[in-house]
């Protein structure tokens, strides 16, 4: 989930205002966006549809929920709270794969950037299956990861920003990964894979304000090959 972005949509148009506790309480502005809708590009020309919901329960606690057309989805719930010139936000929620539990962190400046921060910690909860039918299975459980974003959010102009983040992913522990043979005479073995992969990624995006939407555009460059375009609408009801 890239629950930062939608977080950051509007911040960097707030930090006129002279203290955090001003920001929130301004009608005008918010740190999350209630609804979105976005459709992403990869290099592989994969495309997929993603819906973002979140619904106030108070003035400080929200439901949270993905939904995409890869059948991927995650329901969760997040408390927000702030300092004179801090604004937290932590956040607990299940996916079909993983729980995962984090912290984001926002620090307006009066300089027109704001400053983002984002921490979770991931436990997969899921094991995969490759099934050869004449010689047997091969279960992996992978390791749990921690990721994290440092990132910043520039109020270009009054209606226009612009976001850069930079993420990382870390592989926490050790997978494993277990065959069950099927053939007589052949022994069914387990073995460690190690921690998961340590990758990282950049993201760019440019948005906008108009009646209460925010549509933008971000464009997410991988260590790998696997680049990728995303349009999309924030929405206020």
Known sequence: MKKYLLLSLLVASSVYADTTEQIIADDELSYYKPFSLDMSYSNDGDAVLTGNLSYELNDNWRLIGELDTDKYWEVGIARSFYTQSLFFEASTYIAEERYSAGMFSAYPTQYGVTLLA?????????????????????????????????????????????TYGYNRVVGVGNGLVYFESLEPGIPSISGDLGAGKDYYYHDITLSTSISGTSPYITYTLSDDVNNSVEFGIAIRF
């Open 118 to 162: 984002d921490v979770n910690y991931n436990w997969y909860t899921s094991e995969d299956s490759y099934t050869d039918i004449d010689r047997g299975t091969v279960n992996v459980n992978r390791s749990d990861s921690v990721d994290f974003m440092l990132g910043l959010s520039w109020d270009m102009h009054e209606k226009l920003d612009l």
